[in-house]
């Protein structure tokens, strides 16, 4: 009776831990407070695009994600001054309109890599949501298409939840 008593409590004990476990680390998370996009210029260079729904947003980083789930290389990053509020779209290659470059993109991406691009605030208080593509995705874009996360369940994205739309309807899609 007494050994079937400890191993209830010790069955208790390691699920109480395992529960405060990952309620703290769910608490890691920084808030969303807009959408990030990527579209291309008439000569095919990335652009980025932003749409912060409230708050500001004080830079963006480019990433490549790894093979492993926890490894991201950062390719490229990029700040503003002000910080950004509303949609601001700024050349990746280049910075420009309120953006400076951090650390410059290379000068070609990779094929067959996966990229992808959010926006941070310096004191971690906000994050956009972050749009993942490759060089093919790129190669697939219009200017005046911004290829962003639409959502796991939204209707007419891929498999991955990401939509092609006009600038216009991401702008409305991304703050409802």
Known sequence: MRGRVRGRVRRAVVTCVGIVALASSAGCTVPVAGITGVTVTEDGRPVGVLMVCHDRIDGATLYEDGAQEDRRDTVAAWSRTPPAE?????????????????????????????????????????????????????AGLRPGRVRYFAGDDAPGADRDGLWTASTEEFRTDACP
Request: aromatic share 14%; hydrophobic share 35%; glycine share 14%.
């Open 86 to 138: 509303g949609l601001v779209t700024w050349p990746l290659t280049t910075g420009g309109g309120g953006w400076s470059v951090d650390d410059p993109m290379p000068a070609a991406l990779e094929k067959g890599r996966t990229y992808s691009l959010y926006g941070w605030t310096s004191d971690n208080s906000w994050s956009t949501a972050h749009v993942t593509f490759t060089l093919a995705d790129l």
